[in-house]
């Protein structure tokens, strides 16, 4: 079955068709690193992880390059406040990013470029675009002319007639059109620099995607993604800087994922409800974080509530209990039971049913819902009779092959506990066996208080951590 996948540049689905046969060339953009990632950065690194999960899953080789703005303004500043140089304020945002997205089940990408680490390529870059008449510097700036690349605005679908009504000149710009963006910022006193044919500076912010795109994955890429507010200007001025150089496609396929919501209103630090991704990993199961975060589509809009990751909490423990449900049932299953084929038939047609969904443009929601009917299918098994270890068994891969695929691994269950919680199951056990149901009750309180989670089955007692 061919991947669909929606394209911002042309608004359809469209069938996916890498450029080298078996292989995926994405480019995400990453974050300005200059403070902790909040919720709304998190979203793009789980919803474009799973893509490169599923592609992976699909057989591809996927060159996955997602960068780090180390030098810009807001990091400028902020290394001004707290007192630090620069680069080291921005290694310990990046170390703090890797480390917030780890915890989500975020996978290391194949690359990850710096700015400061690719300031040769983006120099280079950007006399190509002054040498065919695409920029040209004013006093130590240089600036890109969206008027001389007639397809300027085509990702956003607006016209330049549109763009220049709301553009301004600002104070102390050079600019020959209001339009024109800067590719080289001249250095201000005091500020980290790097020469140039220009004078010492440093890059504008979107000369250094299209630099770091072309040095990592060639002029054109498969697939460019990042969050809905990036399409424009940042994503339509890669399109022109890289296009007008390269002469050739930038990106074939356009991926942008939603805005958050928190309790229905657009996150926004006027508003004070920003929402740090690394106090939400330190409060809650980042991999039910994850989890919620994939519930809905990539390209509509989530809000974030309490009780709605609450919800995808209670969500996310009914399959991976049933996973453990069938763990447990092995240990009193027979082999070759008579409808073993039927059932086996029927998990090879929810693991196809999920692939269906993801083949449509990512669509991890509904991936979702068949898990938990696959799930539903594993407990209703479990509940005959009589069962078949090797429909056990494919239960249980497919289960975690599928949550795989997410992002979201389950974990298997000790098999022995430590020595006084045995002993204290043990004592319920014979508590239950002499009827003195007070005690076998607050023996299971007991060890609720240690996260450990009693549940009575007909095959005996089974455990869980909490």
Not at 63 to 81: P, Q, S
Not at 118 to 124: G, L, P, R, V
Not at 205 to 216: F, L, N, R
Request: proline share 3%; hydrophobic share 35%; aromatic share 10%.
């Amino acid at each position: 079955m061919s991947i669909k996948i929606y394209n911002t540049l042309t608004r359809e689905k469209e069938v996916f068709n890498p450029i080298e046969e078996g292989k995926v060339r994405m480019y995400v953009c990453g974050p300005t690193v200059y403070n902790y990632i909040h919720i709304g950065n998190a979203r793009p690194a789980i919803v474009f992880d799973t893509v490169r999960r599923y592609f992976e899953y699909r057989g591809y080789e996927v060159n996955y390059v997602l960068n780090f703005t180390d030098v810009d303004d807001k990091i400028i500043n902020a290394a001004r406040e707290s007192g630090e140089d620069v680069r080291t304020l921005a290694n310990r945002f990046i170390d703090a990013y890797l480390e917030d997205v780890q915890a989500l089940g975020v996978k290391k990408a194949t690359h990850h470029p710096r700015v400061t680490e690719t300031m040769d390529d983006i120099i280079t870059f950007i006399q190509g675009l002054i040498d065919k008449g695409y920029a040209y510097e004013a006093a130590g700036d240089v600036y890109f002319k969206p008027r001389a690349f007639e397809e300027y605005g085509k990702l956003s679908q607006q016209s330049i007639d549109e763009l220049r009504a709301g553009a301004r000149i600002q104070v102390g710009e050079r600019k020959d059109d209001p339009l024109d963006f800067a590719l080289w910022k001249k250095a201000k006193d005091g500020e980290i620099a790097w020469n140039s044919p220009w004078g010492e500076g440093r890059p504008g912010w979107h000369i250094e995607c299209s630099a770091m795109a072309k040095k990592y994955l060639g002029e054109t890429i498969d697939i460019h993604a990042g969050g809905q507010d990036l399409t424009f200007p940042h994503h339509e001025n890669e399109i022109a800087q890289s296009e007008s150089l390269n002469e050739k496609p930038f990106a074939n396929y356009w991926m942008h994922n939603g805005y958050i919501n928190i309790d229905n209103e657009k996150m926004s630090k006027s508003l004070g409800n920003f929402v740090l991704t690394r106090e939400l990993i330190e409060q809650h199961d980042p991999q039910v974080l994850r989890f919620f975060m994939l519930s809905v589509h990539y390209r509509n809009p989530i809000n974030f509530t309490e009780e709605l990751l609450e919800s995808a909490k209670n969500s996310l423990d009914r399959i991976k209990t049933a996973y453990h449900n069938l763990e447990h049932r092995k240990q009193a299953s027979l082999n070759l039971v008579g409808d073993s084929e039927e059932w086996l038939s029927k998990i090879e047609q929810f693991t196809l049913d999920f692939e269906k969904e993801m083949n449509d443009d990512f669509n991890t929601a509904n991936a979702i819902s068949i898990l938990f009917d696959l799930a539903k299918e594993a407990n209703i098994y479990i509940g005959k009779e009589q069962t078949d270890s090797s429909v056990l068994e494919t239960f249980q891969t497919a289960i975690a092959n599928l949550l795989r695929i997410l992002g979201i691994e389950v974990e298997v269950e000790q098999e022995l506990l430590d020595e006084e919680i045995d002993a204290l199951i043990e004592e319920r056990n014979e508590a239950r066996k002499n009827k003195d149901y007070k005690r076998a009750d607050e023996i299971r309180d007991l060890l609720k208080e240690k996260s450990i989670i009693l549940e009575d089955t007909a095959q005996g007692v089974r455990w869980k951590r909490g």
